[in-house]
């Protein structure tokens, strides 16, 4: 009753301070992508110039796979200001970097804290209100997305100019510690949801293990760099043997990291599939549509990042509607079958694009992309939340967000192929001319896969359950195929 009481008279300040946690980070993405180019030329390595990234968001994804368990074993609250400190803390040692390889050493450690900070939050909404009350708030969550993408590049750029590119990091202490000042004294411990503290170190070892190989095989192959054919290759198999360890760990680890059984939920499996699709199309748009404006429309890289403001707009002003609906309704399948159904026409209306094509068009083409994703964002993590016992919650919200990082990096990557092979050179080489033509060619082509993943996952959610959802806390909850569901 204690905790009940403490919610209901700082809600207002605890959800605060759980968006701004979750803007932090999403900020520290987009701003870093701007100031990459200055902290080359001061620190020097290009050959590396990609490896911040990746190594940050394989750090993201292994800590928010550990974040479920964690949460369960130590609390949520204890989990999240942690993971702010740290984050913190590899801030401003990334602020301090003298080269490269301190900047990729603090980078992940950055990470490590912000995989569990992009987790936990989703989490501690299913322990703060009923699974029908869930989809408003997760809502509300897109926002600090939305916001990152549309200020984050230009107030990276203004920082780097005006104060220097340390900066970009540094602006993340008093962010972090405003955001530790409404955590720390208003967010009630939940408790703690799973006792016996056994952690399962061969299912993270071997995932940590897989995960690492595969990104860097994968960035050696995107960057064409001079790795010896055996080494890459050697990468690709240590990748695909770690994979196959880690789903022996999770078949016999008392305590998995990731429970295989929960793939026997049909909504879990449905709404990971989903949430992986998602990760590998939604960022078709903010990559592409600015290739195509300044590759063939000619335009400048500021005036390519302000078209893409409707599309954050769109998608931040559905994913708040989507997030009432579902509240209002407890439905989610018909939401998930009309935001693939519209995502699947806008990704065909960008494979289009040509060089007549005006920027009205593309403007109206993006906010139809936008409204479908937006109205994705809050759904599979609610309908996946409120398909499983209380005991499951950590590992599912936690599952839905690195599944999710995961289709991003395979996404891209596969995408990334794609314009390769269709220009049959490497982009990175500037000094190659392309013809517009050729490039319009390569951006039809992705934007064709972007339909076709949007379409498979349309005629997956025909088989998502609409599990009722209660509007009322529960205790524990029974499993997905004991609870009613609507006609």
Same mark, same amino acid.
């Given at each position: 009753?204690?905790?009940?009481?403490?919610?209901?008279?700082? +809600?207002?300040?605890?959800?605060?301070? =759980?968006?701004?946690?979750?803007?932090?980070?999403?900020?520290?993405?987009?701003?870093?992508?701007? #100031?990459?180019?200055?902290?080359?030329?001061?620190?020097?390595?290009?050959?590396?110039?990609?490896?911040?990234?990746?190594?940050?968001?394989?750090?993201?994804?292994?800590?928010?796979?550990?974040?479920?368990?964690?949460?369960?074993?130590?609390?949520?609250?204890?989990? =999240?200001?942690?993971?702010?400190?740290? !984050?913190?803390?590899?801030?401003?040692?990334?602020?301090?970097?003298?080269?490269?390889?301190?900047?990729?050493?603090?980078?992940?450690?950055?990470?490590?804290?912000?995989? $569990?900070?992009?987790?936990?939050?989703?989490?501690?909404?299913?322990?703060?209100?009923?699974?029908?009350?869930?989809?408003?708030?997760?809502?509300? +969550?897109?926002?600090?997305?939305?916001?990152?993408?549309?200020?984050?590049?230009?107030?990276?750029?203004?920082?780097?100019?005006?104060?220097?590119?340390?900066?970009? !990091?540094?602006?993340?202490?008093?962010?972090?510690?405003?955001?530790?000042?409404?955590?720390?004294?208003?967010?009630?411990?939940?408790?703690?949801?799973?006792?016996?503290?056994?952690?399962?170190?061969?299912?993270?070892?071997?995932?940590?293990?897989?995960?690492?190989?595969?990104?860097?095989?994968?960035?050696?192959?995107?960057?064409?760099?001079?790795?010896?054919?055996?080494?890459?290759?050697?990468?690709?198999?240590?990748? /695909?043997?770690?994979? +196959?360890?880690?789903?022996?760990?999770?078949?016999? #680890?008392?305590?998995?990291?990731?429970?295989?059984?929960? +793939?026997?939920?049909?909504?879990?499996?449905?709404?990971?599939?989903?949430?992986?699709?998602?990760?590998?199309?939604?960022?078709?748009?903010?990559?592409?549509?600015?290739?195509?404006?300044?590759?063939?429309?000619?335009?400048?890289?500021?005036?390519?990042?302000?078209?893409?403001?409707? =599309?954050?707009?769109?998608?931040?002003?559905?994913?708040?509607?989507?997030?009432?609906?579902?509240?209002? @309704?407890?439905?989610?399948?018909?939401?998930?079958?009309?935001?693939?159904?519209?995502? #699947?026409?806008?990704?065909?209306?960008?494979?289009? =694009?040509?060089?007549?094509?005006?920027?009205?068009?593309?403007?109206?083409?993006?906010?139809?992309?936008? $409204?479908?994703?937006?109205?994705?964002?809050?759904?599979?993590?609610?309908?996946?939340?409120?398909?499983?016992?209380?005991?499951?919650?950590?590992?599912?919200?936690?599952?839905?967000?690195?599944?999710?990082?995961?289709?991003?990096?395979?996404?891209?990557? /596969?995408?990334?192929?794609?314009?390769?092979?269709?220009?049959?050179?490497?982009?990175?080489?500037?000094?190659?001319?392309?013809?517009?033509?050729?490039?319009? @060619? #390569?951006?039809?082509?992705?934007?064709?896969?972007?339909?076709?993943?949007?379409?498979?996952?349309?005629?997956?959610?025909?088989?998502?359950?609409?599990?009722?959802?209660?509007?009322?806390?529960?205790?524990?909850?029974?499993?997905?195929?004991?609870?009613?569901?609507?006609?």
């Amino acid at each position: 009753m204690d905790v009940e009481n403490n919610v209901l008279k700082h +809600f207002k300040l605890i959800i605060s301070g =759980l968006i701004i946690s979750l803007l932090i980070v999403s900020l520290d993405s987009t701003i870093t992508t701007t #100031a990459m180019p200055q902290i080359i030329a001061s620190l020097g390595g290009l050959q590396y110039y990609v490896w911040p990234v990746t190594i940050y968001l394989t750090a993201v994804i292994i800590s928010a796979m550990l974040s479920g368990k964690l949460s369960d074993f130590y609390g949520s609250k204890k989990i =999240l200001s942690g993971a702010l400190l740290v !984050f913190i803390f590899g801030s401003v040692l990334c602020g301090f970097s003298q080269n490269m390889t301190e900047l990729i050493l603090f980078r992940a450690l950055q990470g490590l804290g912000a995989g $569990i900070i992009v987790t936990v939050p989703k989490k501690i909404i299913a322990e703060m209100v009923p699974p029908r009350q869930r989809g408003k708030y997760m809502g509300l +969550f897109g926002i600090a997305g939305g916001i990152s993408t549309v200020v984050g590049p230009t107030l990276g750029g203004f920082i780097t100019d005006s104060l220097g590119w340390q900066w970009i !990091f540094f602006v993340n202490v008093p962010i972090g510690v405003l955001t530790l000042s409404l955590i720390i004294p208003y967010l009630p411990e939940f408790g703690v949801i799973v006792k016996e503290k056994v952690m399962d170190y061969l299912g993270i070892i071997t995932f940590a293990g897989a995960l690492t190989s595969f990104s860097a095989a994968l960035t050696f192959s995107q960057q064409n760099t001079t790795i010896s054919p055996a080494l890459l290759d050697s990468l690709w198999i240590f990748a /695909v043997i770690m994979f +196959f360890g880690f789903i022996y760990a999770e078949r016999k #680890a008392k305590e998995p990291v990731l429970p295989l059984y929960l +793939f026997k939920n049909l909504v879990f499996t449905i709404s990971t599939v989903s949430v992986f699709l998602l990760g590998a199309v939604t960022l078709a748009g903010t990559v592409y549509i600015p290739l195509f404006l300044q590759l063939v429309l000619g335009l400048s890289p500021s005036s390519s990042g302000a078209y893409l403001t409707p =599309l954050m707009f769109t998608m931040i002003i559905t994913a708040v509607l989507s997030g009432q609906i579902i509240s209002k @309704t407890g439905t989610y399948k018909k939401l998930a079958i009309i935001s693939f159904a519209i995502g #699947a026409v806008g990704m065909f209306l960008l494979s289009t =694009l040509t060089q007549s094509t005006s920027g009205l068009e593309i403007i109206v083409y993006e906010i139809i992309i936008g $409204i479908g994703a937006g109205l994705s964002m809050p759904l599979f993590t609610v309908a996946a939340q409120n398909s499983v016992s209380k005991r499951d919650l950590g590992v599912v919200t936690s599952s839905s967000m690195y599944i999710e990082q995961l289709g991003s990096i395979i996404g891209l990557a /596969v995408l990334g192929t794609v314009v390769n092979m269709t220009l049959n050179l490497n982009l990175q080489n500037t000094t190659v001319h392309v013809s517009s033509s050729l490039i319009v @060619t #390569a951006v039809h082509n992705v934007f064709v896969i972007a339909a076709v993943l949007n379409i498979m996952g349309l005629a997956l959610c025909f088989f998502l359950k609409d599990i009722y959802m209660s509007d009322e806390m529960e205790e524990e909850k029974i499993g997905c195929e004991d609870v009613p569901e609507y006609s």
